[in-house]
């Protein structure tokens, strides 16, 4: 719990954005406009060590929003039940799950709310709508109206006493037409105005979820009509911060850096250009979470509300264990109690956010909910010591421990039938479908890694943070092996899934 003197229950506002790597955030040395994104650090920490327990869309967002590892949700255990061998993939989603950090908050008085990306399953029927369909036809727009509100009734059964301004998945892959397949960062903003608006006189709990700075990395989103939402189309555009043509113009301006990014940040499936839209969309998004920011001032309660900033995951590494796709960004001010300090250290992950949250609020979720994640209100309040050895990650058919003093230890463990024909001689990728040479298939990681194929990997992260260098096979480092395959083993027995020789099964 805070200690006596730190304010209680604070507001909190979770932005949580999308594909976004450090290397597209200013204060991680990134070259690329973030101000006010960076005035989150400034105010408050950088978290240096922080990671996604499960680096992709999906899963990540859920073990945000319930504090339990991917391989727990419902959804998921549907596909892959209890005892056979998961794949943590998009199955993995808090749709049809009623034990959330919202759904705790708000059963304890504080309003809770969400704008912005889903990606969580909606379980109802949702109409289908040519591709090639116009969105402005009445018909078409009363079907996407009706598929919208079948949304955000699933938002609001998970916890969420006020939904709004809603993506459901990505700005593609949804029943949409075509043409309607868009970011709107202005939208989303808008969104949390909204919600700031209405609920700030009392203590809430705001996850606003950009759908930037995921693909399609085009120059046309930025100057699609800024009317296109998920909903349908708006009579007015959102006017809630700077203008689109603006960030074009800002990110030219910029003067160049004289730091030449590594290839090691450049992922093998983006072209040059896709880079530097992606970065350039960092600037949108920046700007609509300086919106936000400004709107906690004008409201007078910045001060007693908690901002965290992080990413479901990065570009490179996507989909995989790795550092690049794992380990984020992650900021928190909150003025009342956090005094601006160095960077945090310290190992923190996504599966921590809802019970820190239960921590400073002083909510007990109760002996029914299950809590993977552990509380890092010490590092925000410094109330009392944060010790922590290591820390676990999940995602398709790997599975890794990241330990206090940077190491890393990755297995790659397919179920029996692909063993099978690992062992004969064929590759796979780790999402268990057979290797054809195509980057995409892999996001880049077959080329970006040289032990993508290994089924153990040992890294030193100090000397070799962009996993270059496999040491499993090194005697000098034998005991560590050892060490860190018993800590995974810790780990994977807990959880109701079969993992190889991790689990007593």
């Known amino acids: 719990m805070p200690g006596n003197d730190t304010p209680s229950r604070p507001n909190v506002l979770v932005i949580y954005t999308d594909d ?12 690329v406009l973030t101000p006010n994104i960076d005035r989150i650090a400034e105010e408050g920490v950088r978290f240096d ?50 034990d959330t950090v919202a759904s ?4 304890d008085g504080y309003t809770t709310g969400f704008v912005g990306k889903w990606h969580q399953g909606v379980d109802a029927d949702i109409e289908s709508i040519p591709a090639d369909a116009d ?11 009706r598929n919208y509100e079948r949304l955000v009734d699933q938002v609001e059964r998970c916890g969420f006493d006020d939904a709004r301004h809603v993506y459901p998945a990505n700005v593609f892959g949804w029943e949409l037409p075509e043409a309607m397949e868009r970011h709107n960062m202005e939208w989303v903003t808008e969104g949390a105005l909204e919600f700031l608006d209405a609920n700030h006189e009392d203590p809430f709990c705001l996850v606003m979820a950009p759908t930037l700075t995921h693909d ?49 940040e450049h992922p093998a499936f983006m072209t040059e250009s896709e880079v530097q839209m992606g970065r350039a969309f960092a600037t949108w998004l920046d700007d609509g979470v300086g919106a936000v920011l400004d709107r906690l001032d004008s409201l007078g309660i910045a001060e007693e509300t908690l ?33 601006p300090r160095d960077p945090e250290t310290d190992l923190v992950s ?74 004969a001689g064929e590759q796979f990728t780790h999402w268990g479908v057979r290797y054809d040479g195509d ?3 892999t996001y880049g990681a077959d080329e970006d890694f040289p032990a993508y194929f290994d089924q153990d990997q040992l890294y030193d992260l100090d000397t070799d943070p962009h996993e270059q260098h496999n040491l499993a096979d090194d005697p000098a480092h034998a005991d560590r092996l050892k060490q860190l395959r018993e800590q995974l083993r810790g780990y994977c027995d807990a959880l109701p899934h079969e993992f190889a020789e991790f689990t007593d099964s």
């Open 104 to 107: 705790v908050l708000s059963a």
């Open 307 to 339: 901002v965290i900033f992080t990413s479901d995951h990065g570009n490179r590494g996507k989909f995989t264990c790795y550092d690049a796709g794992a380990r984020q960004p992650c900021l928190a001010r909150w003025p009342a109690v956090l005094e």
């Open 20 to 31: 976004q790597p450090q290397e597209w955030v200013g204060c991680y040395g990134g070259d």
């Open 49 to 98: 060590r922080y990671y996604a327990s499960s680096p992709v869309c999906s899963p990540s967002r859920y073990s945000a929003l319930t504090g339990r590892y991917a391989s727990r949700s419902e959804r998921l255990q549907r596909d892959c039940p209890p005892g056979t061998y998961p794949n943590v993939d998009w199955a993995a989603g808090v749709a049809g799950e009623t």
């Open 350 to 423: 996504n599966v921590d956010i809802a019970p820190t949250l239960f921590d400073l609020a002083g909510v007990d979720p109760g002996n029914d909910y299950t809590v993977d994640g552990r509380s890092f209100a010490p590092l925000l309040t410094g109330s009392s010591e944060y010790d922590r050895e290591s820390l676990y990650l999940e995602m398709t058919t790997e599975r890794a421990v990241v330990t206090d003093d940077n190491w890393k230890y990755i297995a790659v463990r397919y179920p029996p039938e692909i063993q099978k024909r690992v062992d």
């Open 135 to 145: 969105g402005r036809d009445p018909e078409t727009a009363r079907t996407i109206r």
């Open 216 to 264: 399609p990395w085009e120059r046309e989103q930025l100057e699609a009509d800024p009317r296109i939402t998920p909903a349908g189309y708006l009579d007015e555009p959102p006017d809630v911060q700077p203008s689109r043509e603006s960030v074009l113009e800002r990110v030219a301006a910029a003067p160049e850096t004289s730091r030449e990014p590594s290839d090691a």
């Open 439 to 441: 980057v995409h298939h």
